[in-house]
């Protein structure tokens, strides 16, 4: 079975700052998906980034960014120049290529507070 | 971009009485799910439906819960006998085709007293 870490509880970081989020998964599946989802107090779930394992360049989307490293079973956000509407609980979540109905795999989250 | 819609967005019910969520997925969507988010705690999922059946459940999607598609449009998750610790936040999910991006709902935050 799948496992998603993710060993941060809560992070801050000062508006216009980086931060990076920190993620772990465990699998022995060689082509799968990985992907960061946000969620504001709203609690609707956002799609931030998605990952191919299969491919070796890391994902970008604007002010995100992550750092996969396949070996490592790793794969870190980072948020570039940080907004205030960037405060949420941050999810890593593992799903297999298999096609077909995979289901997704969520970690514990990280609560990230953008401080003005 | 195409919605995934949940109804209600909240409900209160009676320990002990069945609720019906309802969510319609995007119209060519295939692929049909339910999470739950149990407040403070991670996203679980429960049970994923394809082709007019049940393709992979959980532990938790015991024999109180089902699901249906009843008219090609609505998907719905009913749970027979409410229990406490049923309350969370429930989410539907769609897509098209397997591995392509996952459509989620806005959620239906079901409290059981």
């Known amino acids: 079975a799948q496992t998603v870490t993710q060993s941060q509880p809560e992070m801050s970081v000062q508006e216009a700052e980086t931060v990076t989020l920190s993620c772990t998964y465990d699998?022995?599946?060689?082509?799968?998906?990985l992907f960061w989802y946000k969620q504001p107090p709203s609690r609707q779930m956002i799609l931030v980034i998605r990952?191919?394992?299969?491919?070796?360049q890391n994902a970008t989307e604007n002010r995100f960014s992550v750092n996969f490293q396949k070996a490592a079973k790793s794969f870190s956000l980072k948020i570039s120049d940080s907004q205030l509407g960037d405060t949420a609980m941050y999810f890593c979540?593992?799903?297999?290529?298999?096609?077909?109905?995979?289901?997704?795999?969520f970690g514990k989250g990280t609560k990230l507070t953008v401080n003005p | 971009e195409p919605e995934v819609t949940q109804t209600p967005s909240h409900q209160v019910t009676q320990m002990g009485q069945e609720v019906i969520l309802r969510c319609v997925p995007i119209?060519?969507?295939?692929?049909f799910y339910w999470y739950r988010q149990i407040l403070g705690q991670k996203v679980e999922f429960l049970v994923s439906?394809?082709?007019?059946?049940?393709?992979?459940k959980s532990e938790i999607f015991d024999d109180q819960f089902s699901v249906e598609r009843p008219d090609g449009s609505n998907f719905t998750l009913k749970i027979r006998s409410t229990k406490l610790e049923d309350s969370a936040m429930y989410f539907c999910?769609?897509?098209?085709?397997?591995?392509?991006?996952?459509?989620f709902g806005s959620g239906t935050q079901l409290s059981v007293l």
């Open positions: 999910a769609s897509r098209g085709r397997g591995n392509e991006k996952l459509f």
């Open positions: 699998t022995s599946e060689s082509n799968y998906y």
């Open positions: 990952q191919e394992a299969y491919k070796q």
């Open positions: 979540a593992f799903e297999r290529s298999q096609g077909g109905s995979e289901k997704l795999v």
């Open positions: 119209s060519n969507h295939l692929y």
């Open positions: 439906f394809y082709n007019n059946e049940i393709s992979e």
